[in-house]
T-cell receptor
């Protein structure tokens, strides 16, 4: 069974500093994807970044990068130069094929990031 | 493009009442999903659809039914609401060429 663990219920960071949000996963499937989503206080879920299990390089999207360590089964999100608007709940998710052409996501419980001015 | 929209945004039901949540998308998503989000938990998959006319059960399907008669719409029904179904419901869509899912704004449902 697939499992996602986010061990940090809450994190604090000073504005303009970098922060790492931890995510570990467990799967026996060799093909999977790792995702990060942001949920601000307004409630919507915003896709941030994706990493495929066969991708050789770590994914980056602007200030977001995914530190993928396959042997450790970790997929940490790094946010550089934090901004006040980064304050939100962050969810790590793992995607896998579930038969046919479908692809399902399993979510972690989230980490609440607070950026202090 | 409106993206993924959900109707209604808020709803209060009494135990035993029924309702339908509508998810609509104009992004040509082939796949659509319904999730629920409860405090302190991530999202859990209720039902999903891999194309028009198809539906399948997810992780927590009991007490819910779905239909996808048109590609752009995915309906979630509660036939007899229970307080345990108090939650925030999210719809999401995905195109076949990529893996990321795009979410609607959510529906906050309270069952008293």
């Amino acid at each position: 069974a697939q499992k996602i663990t986010q061990t940090q219920p809450g994190m604090f960071v000073q504005e303009k500093e970098a922060v790492t949000l931890d995510c570990t996963y467990d799967t026996s499937d060799p093909s999977y994807g790792l995702f990060w989503y942001k949920q601000p206080s307004s409630g919507e879920m915003i896709f941030l970044i994706y990493q495929g299990s066969y991708d050789q390089q770590n994914a980056t999207e602007g200030r977001y990068s995914l530190n993928f360590q396959k042997a450790r089964k970790s997929a940490n999100l790094v946010i550089s130069a934090s901004q006040l608007g980064d304050s939100a709940m962050y969810f790590c998710a793992m995607g896998f094929s579930s038969g046919g052409s479908n692809y399902k996501l399993t979510f972690g419980k989230g980490t609440l990031l607070t950026v202090n001015p | 493009n409106a993206g993924v929209t959900q109707t209604p945004k808020f709803r209060v039901l009494k135990t035993g009442q029924s309702m339908t949540l509508l998810c609509a998308q104009d992004m040509n998503h082939e796949y659509m999903y319904w999730y629920r989000q409860d405090p302190g938990m991530g999202l859990r998959l209720i039902h999903y659809s891999v194309g028009e006319g198809t539906t399948a059960k997810g992780e927590v399907p009991d007490g819910y039914n779905v239909s996808r008669l048109k590609k752009q719409n995915f309906l979630l029904g509660l036939e007899s609401a229970a307080p345990s179904q108090t939650s925030v419901y999210f719809c999401a869509g995905r195109r076949g060429v990529s893996y990321e899912q795009y979410f609607g704004p959510g529906t906050r449902l309270t069952v008293t």
